[in-house]
């Protein structure tokens, strides 16, 4: 299920680092609840022709 969001909508972040070198992008909560996801979701980040970023649920995620 593909829900587009608000495009007036903008969100700032500041990607994180965790101790092994992986990369966090902290989604702010009002965006997870719109969208229906929990922190503990795994997202799929890809990039269009564009260059925009596109962010999906796994459907592999534990938290269906």
Same mark, same amino acid.
């Given at each position: 299920?593909?829900?587009?969001?608000?495009?007036?909508?903008?969100?700032?972040?500041?990607?994180?680092? +965790?101790?092994?070198?992986?990369?966090?992008?902290?989604?702010?909560?009002?965006?997870?609840?719109?969208?229906?996801?929990?922190?503990?979701?795994?997202?799929?980040?890809?990039?269009? +022709?564009?260059?925009?970023?596109?962010?999906?649920? +796994?459907?592999?995620?534990?938290? +269906?």
């Amino acid at each position: 299920k593909m829900i587009k969001p608000d495009t007036n909508t903008t969100y700032g972040v500041i990607v994180q680092e +965790d101790e092994n070198g992986d990369l966090l992008l902290p989604i702010p909560p009002m965006l997870l609840a719109q969208l229906g996801w929990s922190e503990d979701d795994e997202i799929v980040i890809q990039v269009d +022709d564009q260059g925009r970023f596109i962010l999906s649920k +796994d459907s592999d995620s534990k938290n +269906d």
